[in-house]
């Protein structure tokens, strides 16, 4: 009589094994990735499986009625008490009765998958730093003297073959009442970081400790900081928030933080002071927003820019603001919460930062290539992460390029006269019809068209207070395709535009776009424009540096990351030129690739070796030295571009060919004014 055969999916994985058998044992023996916090001693309930009965001709086998042992004690106790779902079983109790076919559901899966939502984007392997054993140790005896931390290590290892395992001082504080009052079962968390560090216990419990295990995905940016809670276990956010960076009344831009301490000694460690506690705070909301318990954060990851990274770690970021733009270092870090003052989080908690790129392109462009995976497409892909400061990434599976470039607030809405952070109230769309020229706009809050009926009504509560970064692209573009602006990014008259909202402001011309029944009128300046142009001549300016680095002059694909990119409508953004040519379709945007990509760090440890090899591939192609860039700046300020061709823009879009300078010098209104941006 040969051995019953085990089949388990979604694996596919198979074997003979002795009649009695245990299912757990099966799948270990087999590499099948079946969950187990207990070991096997049927209290975890992580091991569920779902056997499946009946004729299997895929696999060539009948499942009898009693292919699987009767349901035993343990299970019985466990289902009166906690609920069993419907057709589950124990795979520790289960035993192998007959041929037979063993589903393992994602939820009992160790190394799952996290499902994106993000319909390109991959999912996440669940393979995170920390995790939870549940051990029997052995009392300790006088005849063979050992140490309690000794025989913790030893069941370790005979248990969960962890190899010997490491404490802190506050943790052997805590093991010898803990293992007394667990009658010597209790659950440790394990800290096994991705190098060949012994792992170290974070926490101990006694008997099986069944409460939250959680990991912090932060995005440190100049602007907002953006975190993630995950839990560690399973993979899913269980909340998601965001605050201001504090650090903004310092200077809205990195180099005027960079400036402050230069001219205020100690101005740093105010720095640092505020960002970590803006991090402790933010920890406390979004944990308490998922009724977690912050403390029992017992991992983060975090993202960031040089500079914040400098300003986070306490390190003066004074090399940064000048040639030759040295880091302190580039490396990743592996710190304890507490070298951070993270007091919000468990004690032990651990921090990963990812490595930087180099000294103006950081973690937060690491953690989106980490997330887009440039070097792995065939397609030439331009990814470009905008914010205050934009980092972009050019490659394919080739070789990778970065650079960072200055872009400066105003995609995010300031230094736009009627601009304005995104937030209810804000126009985030628009719409200028061709011929009469008239607008339409949408607000955020609502989502109503402005000259639909109820829109009055919808808006009545947050009225319509400004226009945000993505609003002022789309007025801007749409004013182009309309013939209210030229080339140049010169606004025309009403005279000779035709349209009477075009109102003159001094010796330029506003475009009059909402004006409420008190009189407030949100208007697109002349200095808007500028504003815009210059920040979007950076933007292209830094891509095409690095299309002249790779040596193209044309990109298959571009995606655009970052909280405003979701937001940005590509064409829009193609029309002003803010992103080279390339097939609409295949432009697309990635959210929030940087905060993805801390994520995917905090719970895949194979993630953390990964992108610390892909930074030392990616060559950094540095902007305030090229001598191109200058020449590529000027030419992008034309909307959309001096002298690069955009065929494919124009395949869908025609632009008008106009002037509106009449001094015929290239002046705006007879006299050349320069703005500062
Ligand atoms: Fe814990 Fe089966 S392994 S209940």
Redesign the pocket.
Same mark, same amino acid.
């Given at each position: 009589m040969t051995d019953p055969l085990v089949i388990f999916t979604p694996s596919g994985k198979r074997g003979r094994f002795p009649t009695g058998t245990p299912i !757990?044992t099966a799948a270990r023996q087999l590499g099948v990735d079946l969950d %187990?916090?207990?070991?096997?001693?049927?209290?975890? %309930?992580?091991?569920q499986v779902s056997p499946g009965y009946g004729q299997f001709s895929k696999h060539g086998v009948t499942v009898a009625p009693d292919a699987l042992s009767e349901w035993n004690s343990v299970e019985e106790r466990?289902d009166s008490i906690r609920g069993l779902p419907k057709g589950r079983r !124990?795979?520790?109790?289960a035993t192998v009765q007959g041929d037979v076919v063993i589903d393992v559901p994602p939820e009992s899966q160790v190394h799952k998958q996290v499902v994106r939502k993000e319909v390109t984007a991959r999912d996440i392997r669940m393979d995170p730093a920390t995790r939870l054993y549940f051990v029997e140790v052995a009392e300790p005896d006088m005849h063979e003297p050992s140490g309690d931390l000794q025989r913790l290590s030893e069941a370790l290892e005979a248990q969960w073959q962890t190899g010997p395992v490491s404490a802190s001082l506050p943790l052997l504080r805590k093991l010898q009442p803990t293992l007394r009052a667990g009658n010597w079962q209790v659950t440790v968390a394990l800290y096994q970081g991705h190098d060949d560090a012994a792992p170290r216990i974070t926490d101990i419990w006694p008997g099986l400790y069944e409460g939250g295990l959680y990991g912090l995905a932060v995005d440190l940016g100049s602007t907002t900081i953006a975190a993630h809670l995950c839990d560690l276990r399973t993979g899913a956010v269980l909340a998601a928030g965001g605050r201001m960076n504090p650090q903004i009344r310092f200077g809205e831009d990195l180099m005027s933080r960079v400036s402050y301490v230069m001219m205020n000694p100690g101005g740093d460690l105010e720095m640092t002071r505020a960002v970590r506690d803006a991090i402790n705070a933010l920890a406390g909301e979004i944990a308490a927003e998922a009724g977690a318990d912050p403390a029992m954060i017992v991992e983060t990851v975090i993202v960031c820019n040089p500079v914040m990274h400098h300003l986070l770690l306490g390190i003066d970021p004074v090399e940064l603001g000048q040639a030759p733009f040295a880091l302190a270092t580039s490396d990743s870090l592996a710190l304890d919460g507490s070298d951070l003052d993270l007091a919000a989080l468990h004690p032990a908690a651990s921090v990963y930062i990812l490595p930087c790129i180099a000294g103006h392109v950081g973690a937060d462009s690491a953690a989106v290539a980490l997330s887009e995976e440039p070097g792995k497409q065939d397609a030439l892909t331009l990814i470009v992460d905008v914010g205050t400061n934009a980092e972009i990434l050019l490659g394919n599976r080739e070789r990778v390029l970065a650079c960072s470039s200055p872009t400066g607030p105003a995609f995010e809405g300031a230094q736009i006269s009627s601009g304005q952070r995104a937030a209810p109230g804000a126009i985030e769309r628009v719409e200028i019809d061709p011929v009469s020229k008239e607008p339409r706009f949408r607000v955020i809050g609502c989502d109503l068209w402005s000259d639909g009926p109820g829109f009055d009504e919808a808006t009545r509560a947050t009225g319509i207070t400004g226009i945000c970064g993505s609003g002022i692209i789309e007025a801007i573009a749409e004013m182009r395709m309309a013939g209210l602006v030229d080339a140049r990014g010169l606004n025309g008259s009403a005279e000779q535009t035709g349209s009477a909202r075009m109102v003159p402001e001094g010796r330029t011309h506003s475009y009059l776009l909402h004006e409420s029944s008190d009189g407030r009128r949100i208007t697109v300046t002349q200095g808007d424009i500028r504003a815009i142009q210059l920040a979007k001549s950076a933007l292209y300016a830094g891509a095409r540096l690095l299309m002249d680095e790779f040596g193209v002059d044309k990109v298959e694909r571009v995606v655009l990351a970052g909280a405003f990119g979701a937001h940005i409508s590509p064409k829009h953004a193609m029309v002003l030129g803010m992103i080279p040519d390339a097939p609409l379709e295949h432009v697309r945007s990635a959210g929030n690739a940087a905060g993805t990509g801390a994520r995917i760090a905090l719970l895949n440890r194979a993630a953390r070796a990964e992108i610390e090899s892909t930074v030392h591939r990616i060559t950094k192609v540095e902007t305030a030295i090229a001598p191109k860039f200058q020449e590529h700046f000027v030419n992008a300020n034309s909307l959309p571009h001096a002298t690069d061709p955009f065929p494919e823009l124009n395949r869908i879009v025609a632009l008008p060919d106009l002037s509106f300078n009449t001094s015929g010098d290239g002046s705006e209104g007879g006299r050349r004014r320069r703005r500062r941006g």
């Open positions: !757990l %187990s916090v207990c070991g096997g001693r049927g209290i975890c %309930s992580k091991c466990y !124990l795979g520790c109790q």
